[in-house]
């Protein structure tokens, strides 16, 4: 729902600007999982499909753009070659989450148990790059702890509430409400800096020096779509980051708004694909 609203809410910012382009022709952006989907590589490849004719554009992010292709054995897609990487909108940690009637406080705490009861202690995970955070955990800490695989963060609120896992890692966006309405307790985020939103929760590197894992938000759009709707579609894409309503509601959503141009964003992501190698690699996480 949130990706769905965002979505909506850029594309209405962009065609509210837009008067040459895209005419009369209505303009389409995939997105290509909710919160906690599983990678969203259907939707990317049903993207990637589409005409380059500049109607069709990816809601893209970290996963279908940098992580997936080190989580899954073979995709659908080749996120380099299949796709041209427009504009960002914002980047997002993830935060370490407890049930908020959990006696564990901080991420000292939940090492400090996962210590003392080495293979007791579980972690909930909703897509394949939701196990990178867990994982690298377990490698920073050197801890012995087990993840469990669920379908989405409902069934995760459930058996944190239960006690049957004790923690999970939850991209920003997804954890917000959830936060906010008290089903649960933050410890600490996975972000460059602490999270506005959350402001007295420490980073993980704070602790662990290293320890940062970023996701992002963009727009891509198929290979060989023309130069310049990539140009005006960037322009837009920045007008409606910079605009102040626009940020102060991708703001409540969870992300940390941010606008580049073309080759910033391009570049950016092809770092950001190396940045995950090295976190799946850290994180011992074999592809599925």
Sequence with gaps: MVRTTLAASLLFTAAAQAQAWPGSKPVTIVVPSAPGGAGGIIGTAAAKNAAADGHTFLLSTNSTQSANQFLYKSLPYDAAKDFVDIGMIGKFGTVAVVAPNSPIKDLKELVDLAKKKPGEVFFGYYSSSSQVPPNLLKQYADINTEGAAYKNITQILTDLRGGLIQFAFVDYLTAKGQIDGGNLKPIAVTGAQPNPLWPNVPTTDSIYPGFVVEGWLGISAPAGTPKEVVAKMNGYLKAAVGDKAT??????????????????????????????????KTAKIQPQ
């Design 247 to 280: 940020r102060e509601q991708l703001t409540n959503m969870g992300l940390q708004p941010e606008a580049m141009d073309v080759d910033a964003f391009g570049q950016y992501v092809r770092d950001d694909t190396q940045r995950w190698k090295e976190w799946v």
